[in-house]
């Protein structure tokens, strides 16, 4: 059974930090990228950031570049995501999800699997 799980999600005052787990089981951790999306209320879920499978590259968004750092350990099949100097607008479900063929893409819909969310929110 393939499973994304994340963690870490909760509630921070801006400019405080989070750091975003996201567990995986059930799958080739290593020949698959792994994408961190979020959706806040009444918005469309939008990318955050990405790494590559074993290669390790890595993507973010104008919005999170500079604040934002995604890392990976393959031993442990998990993703981070490590979020400092939090706004407001970071205030949103947080998801990881899963895409096969070890690449990066923006378009979620190329994303194999998925978590459930969690909840970050960021108070002014």
């Known amino acids: 059974e393939v499973r994304l799980v994340e963690s870490g999600g909760g509630l921070v005052q801006a400019g405080g930090s989070l750091r975003l787990s996201c567990a995986a089981s059930?799958?080739?951790?290593?020949?698959?990228?792994i994408g961190w999306f979020r959706q806040a209320p009444g918005k469309e879920r939008e990318g955050v950031s990405c790494?590559?499978?074993?290669?390790?590259?890595?993507y973010y968004a104008d919005s999170v570049k500079g604040r934002f750092t995604i890392s990976r350990d393959n031993a442990k099949n998990t993703v981070y995501l490590q979020m400092n100097s939090l706004k407001p607008e970071d205030t949103a479900v947080y998801y990881c999800?899963?895409?096969?063929?070890?690449?990066?893409?923006?378009?979620?819909?190329?994303?194999?699997?998925w978590g459930q969310g969690t909840q970050v929110t960021v108070s002014s």
């Open positions: 790494i590559r499978g074993s290669e390790g590259s890595t």
């Open positions: 999800a899963a895409s096969g063929g070890s690449n990066c893409h923006r378009s979620l819909y190329e994303y194999d699997y």
């Open positions: 059930g799958f080739t951790f290593d020949d698959y990228a």
